[in-house]
């Protein structure tokens, strides 16, 4: 029988994949949802039959193909329906009330989990006492119990003021010595009280120069284990002073109106008031003495909310760069813990200001190894371990302020980061 071989037959694919390709069809995405039921259309086709057969086509209608996620959902698609539900206009309204008060909660006052500078207050004049004899300048002292009667005359008003702020550059030095604790203690109070007369009969330039002399007294570390107790006495008349002039400009907002919204605008602030706020500004910039100038300027620190929104947050790293030419570490300390004490009233998300006085702190911190601050020591007897528990009350207040509600991920432990060579170590949990 003979064999016939096998020939493999000619195959062209291009033309099979032409034939057999499926046919393209548009697809409207407006209408495409991924949970709706899927249509799947087939397209005529064309079968090749082999060699002396005959070719046929078969077609086959369109069908629908039961989809198992809509299946389940019964067709439906949860938020398709809760999206049509929904009222776009309330619900926008909605996220804008959640967005701003959000914001209105990040921004606003410290809540009642911040520990009040008031309840410090108290232990810190426990703690810091001293049986030195103390001196305060009797130059304040005159202040205390005076009153005048303001001018009638405008030229006669100009000329006294003029005077005053001459005294208050050019007056005496002269010390009242040999006073006690509790002596001195009563002589500041008495200057708070001669300072809310004075301004309360209109006597605004005297108030300004009991609060600069105080301020004063500020930089005198004459007794260097009281200082912290002199920070606290001091700064009480720092902060009745920059209540009072607040209230005073806020009062003349009020025109027609019974009282300006916390969250007012400098656009809905007067000229009248305008001016007086900046008048205020201007004469404490004309304070040539650093200490005096910065302190007092930190006291009125909330009154740049009646000139520009941006004012707290300009003038916050300019008050933080003036601590800078304060020279005694002890004395600058505390001039940053005060502006964070203001700070956190005012703006207490403005963190980068407050981060920046603590660095600025580290940074400085090794003056007390100079001829300035250890031959201060050596004359008063005060022994270092003595001296840097001084530091610990504005260490401690700088820390909390910066800590307050801030991010875990700014915080990490002083100990494996930083070498701290001074007893409170402890404080420094957060470096931000």
């Not at 007893?423 to 957060?430: A, M, V």
Request: proline letters at 5%; one cysteine or more.
């Amino acid at each position: 029988m003979a064999a016939f071989p096998w020939h493999a037959r000619s195959r062209n694919y291009v033309s099979e994949s032409e034939v057999y390709k499926l046919e393209s069809v548009p697809l409207d995405f407006g209408d495409y949802h991924p949970l709706k039921p899927i249509t799947v259309t087939e397209s005529k086709t064309k079968k090749m039959s082999r060699k002396g057969s005959t070719s046929s086509t078969s077609s086959s209608s369109s069908s629908s193909m039961i989809d198992p996620l809509s299946s389940v959902l019964d067709g439906t698609d949860p938020l398709s329906l809760f999206a049509a539900a929904a009222d776009p206009v309330s619900t926008n309204a909605a996220m804008d009330s959640t967005r701003k008060k959000r914001d209105k909660d990040d921004s606003s006052a410290v809540g009642s989990d911040f520990e009040p500078w008031s309840s410090k207050r108290s232990e810190i004049l426990a703690r810091y006492t001293t049986t030195e004899k103390l001196s305060i300048n009797s130059n304040i002292m005159s202040f205390v119990g005076k009153t005048t009667a303001p001018g009638s005359a405008v030229s006669e008003k100009v000329r006294t003021r003029l005077e005053e702020l001459d005294d208050l550059e050019e007056g005496s030095q002269k010390e009242l010595l040999n006073l006690t604790q509790q002596d001195y203690m009563n002589r500041i109070e008495e200057l708070n009280q001669s300072l809310k007369d004075a301004w309360s009969s209109d006597q605004k330039v005297k108030a300004l120069k009991i609060v600069i002399q105080c301020s004063k007294l500020l930089s005198d570390t004459t007794v260097i284990q009281f200082y912290p107790s002199k920070f606290v006495l001091i700064t009480d008349i720092l902060d009745t002073f920059g209540k009072l002039v607040y209230e005073r400009i806020l009062s003349m907002c009020m025109d027609n109106r019974a009282s300006l919204p916390d969250n007012f605008s400098p656009e809905s602030v007067n000229d009248t008031a305008k001016e007086t706020c900046l008048n205020w500004f201007f004469k404490i910039a004309s304070i040539r003495e650093l200490i005096p100038r910065f302190y007092v300027e930190a006291a009125i620190l909330k009154c740049n909310k009646f000139l520009s929104k941006m004012g707290i947050s300009e003038c916050l790293p300019r008050l933080t760069s003036m601590i800078r030419g304060i020279g005694d570490p002890l004395v600058a300390v505390y001039a940053r813990a005060y502006l964070c004490r203001v700070g956190m009233e005012v703006a207490p998300q403005l963190k980068e200001s407050l981060n920046k006085n603590f660095f600025d702190f580290l940074l400085t911190f090794k003056q007390i190894h100079g001829d300035t601050v250890q031959n201060q020591l050596v004359a008063q007897c005060v022994e270092i371990p003595l001296y840097l528990t001084l530091y610990s009350p504005a260490i401690d207040w700088i820390l909390q302020c910066i800590a307050y509600r801030a991010p875990e991920v700014s915080r990490c432990g002083a100990t494996g980061n930083v070498t701290l060579s001074f007893p409170f170590k402890n404080h420094f949990e957060c470096i931000a």
